[in-house]
């Protein structure tokens, strides 16, 4: 597997990135999921992106899954 890419900003206590996108505070690895994968963040509503990797942090798109 490839490597991680930690999120280098803010992150929550329980470990994942956190970003403003359009005036909303969301969980980074959810939206690089979306970017990677053609997606908005409304499309995943109640779905689980996890990690393959363990990683919270990481927003490698290749390391994330519904
Ligand atoms: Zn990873």
Redesign the pocket.
Known sequence: MSD??EWQNYRSEDGYGIQKYRGKTVKAHRLAYCKANGLELKDITGLVVR?K?D?PA?I?PL?LEI
């Open positions: 991680c890419i990690h990797c990683n990481c490698n390391h």
